[in-house]
């Protein structure tokens, strides 16, 4: 679980990283930050820019990034070989080859590339989610064609396996596409197993703010569990 990168982490990125290098951001007004619009800058550019300190919703990768399915927007190895390259590779060869692809810089507790532990729960292991049930369309529970259930458990990272803090919980119904968000066939909410070990059922109606922190390790927030 974790959102889309803010351009902010960028700064803390190390490795040889080409200032010609470009990179595909979010870009959402302050005055209207649904409006979004995805833009490819070069890399000085988004990280020496005024983007970064003064566009405080923009987010690393397109603007569909974080609202389809994961598997469109991440980088694949082909070969064992291409796979062993990219996890030596630094953040800033990770950022030249794939906007989308910086497993490090990614904030939530389980992750493409994982190396979490419990001492980078900074904002605690009884506050931050661990796993959560997922939303799926009712017509699809038994047919595999759900694009946030098309994938086996073991795939790994993938919208089969993966939810985001930044899209409202929902209730299970027909029709309906959302491989980003958490969700369940209760009417009461949906069941969360939060990082101290603790089950809790979460309502759908959670303020998006707080569902947002929860599903963070490090955001720094005070906020209640509904």
Not at 6 to 22: A, D, I, Q
Not at 90 to 118: C, E, I, N, Y
């Amino acid at each position: 679980m974790g959102n889309c990168p803010p351009l902010s982490v960028l700064r803390k990125v190390t490795g040889p990283v080409s200032n010609g290098t470009k990179l595909t951001i979010s870009h959402a007004p302050p005055g209207n930050p649904n409006n979004c619009q995805s833009l490819n800058l070069p890399y000085n550019a988004v990280v020496n820019g005024h983007l970064t300190a003064n566009h405080p919703f923009d987010r690393l990768g397109p603007c569909s990034g974080c609202s389809g399915a994961v598997d469109a927007s991440i980088y694949s190895p082909t070969s064992l070989t291409d796979g062993d390259a990219w996890r030596k590779a630094t953040l800033g060869q990770k950022l030249a080859l794939s906007d989308m692809g910086v497993p490090d810089l990614q904030d939530g507790f389980v992750h493409r590339m994982s190396r979490v532990t419990s001492a980078h729960i900074l904002d605690g292991l009884s506050m931050t989610y661990l796993a959560g049930e997922k939303f799926m369309a009712t017509d699809r529970y038994r047919t595999g064609t759900d694009a946030g259930d098309s994938a086996v458990l073991f795939a790994g990272y993938s919208s089969s396996n993966t939810r985001f803090g930044l899209e409202a919980p929902r209730q299970d119904e027909r029709n309906v596409t959302a491989p980003t968000a958490f969700g369940g066939p209760h009417r009461a909410g949906f069941t969360v197993a939060f990082g101290d070990g603790s089950v809790r059922t979460i309502p759908y109606e959670i303020n998006p703010a707080v569902h947002k922190s929860l599903s963070a390790r490090a955001d720094g927030a005070v906020v209640t569990i509904p």
